[in-house]
């Protein structure tokens, strides 16, 4: 099989989505198959590196829109497209469909406001566009069973060729502190007190962290927060840190390649994310790591996090619900053991990224093997 792996995102950092697309390729040359990653820029070297070694050629998805025959030239040559990230009518989708006969494969990771929100004659007209432009498409993924849900009933496919795969973690990269042997392991909670908390977000207003950086300010308990991103909201944030009179405990790292042993360090996790979240990758690395997580009951965060088993949901855009939950595993050290063994138990059943990577290589195959 020659496969197409096209992504709408840069993979600027050795994070998870990049540790997925590089596992993916190493499933997919190991059984055979010819591999070729689309995508932007910038692009890390040690990303770039892992791919040479594994005889995967690395493409600017700009180049394939330069000259719309030429990109759909290029994509001809592959038996299956994964499509990552891109809206269903983007152009490079377009192009996709337009290289008959490799076989489309759609995967959302999109979270997202939700199509209660959209006007009718929005959702009429979307419905419509989709009936024309999604017939070339072989199957649709959704990264949580929320998503899943959601495509089968925007698209109205039939259910057979919708599925979930949920993203996957490194587990061995992502270790509770007692096993992270690189560093001096954190030690067990053992009496109250403030925690070090970590959070790692795109910093857009959907992700939530304004909700976190108040909670700080509500809590009874005077946590440290790490804030872990970059993006548009980063100054304001700052300053509501400032206004808040909290700015002394709140440091912000922006972005960073050594994520997992931040959450080794640290005494929780908080996603306080106020949209529909499609998985909550930052979430699953946090319980790989075995760390008590709070995060927001909302879209497929709660396939991920069972409430009071594996970690604690609290109401979207709520502070004074993550103030409340922070001074619990505050002062509760017993029941943040616990949340975090369960969390650690959790993400190697259902969230390993070897299993993820095998998954989307068999659909591709799948799919190919009925041209």
Not at 86 to 105: C, E, G, K, N
Not at 291 to 314: F, K, Q
Request: glycine share 8%.
């Amino acid at each position: 099989m020659r496969l197409g792996i096209l992504m709408n995102l840069a993979p600027r950092k050795l994070g998870s989505f990049e540790g997925w697309i590089a596992a993916m390729c190493a499933h997919a040359r190991a059984t055979g198959h010819q591999v070729d990653v689309f995508g932007r820029a910038p692009a890390h070297a040690g990303f770039l590196a892992r791919l040479d070694q594994l005889g995967v050629g690395f493409s600017s998805v700009d180049s394939l829109l330069v000259s719309a025959y030429r990109g759909i030239r290029t994509l001809r040559r592959y038996d299956a497209l994964h499509l990552n990230m891109f809206a269903p009518r983007s152009r490079i989708a377009l192009m996709a469909y337009a290289a008959y006969p490799a076989r489309v494969m759609f995967v959302d990771h999109t979270s997202g406001l939700g199509a209660a929100r959209e006007l009718p004659v929005v959702a009429l007209l979307k419905r419509a566009a989709d009936s024309i432009t999604l017939v070339r498409v072989d199957g649709v993924a959704g990264v949580s069973e929320y998503v899943a849900e959601r495509l089968a009933r925007r698209f109205r496919f039939a259910r057979h060729k919708v599925r979930t795969i949920y993203n996957g973690v490194d587990l061995s990269r992502f270790v509770p502190a007692s096993e992270f042997f690189d560093l001096d392991p954190a030690p067990e909670p053992e009496k109250a007190g403030p925690l070090d908390v970590v959070t790692v977000a795109h910093l857009i207003p959907h992700k939530g962290v304004e909700h976190l950086v108040r909670a700080l300010g509500l809590a009874r308990v005077p946590h440290r927060l790490t804030v872990v991103g970059d993006g548009p909201q980063l100054g304001a944030l700052q300053a509501l840190a400032r206004d808040l009179g909290v700015a002394e405990r709140v440091t912000f790292t922006g972005l960073r390649d050594d994520v997992h042993a931040l959450l080794a360090r640290c005494d929780a996790f908080v996603h306080p994310a106020v949209w529909e979240e499609a998985f909550g990758l930052t979430i699953a690395e946090a319980m790989a790591a075995g760390r008590a997580v709070v995060a927001s009951r909302t879209g497929g965060i709660p396939e991920l996090v069972e409430d009071g088993v594996s970690g604690l949901l609290v109401p979207p855009g709520d502070p004074e619900g993550l103030a409340r939950a922070l001074d619990l595993l505050a002062n509760r050290p017993a029941l943040r053991r616990q949340l975090g063994s369960n969390a650690r138990a959790r993400a190697q059943q259902r969230f390993s990224l070897e299993q993820c990577a095998r998954e989307h290589v068999r659909w591709c195959e799948g799919a190919v093997a009925r041209m």
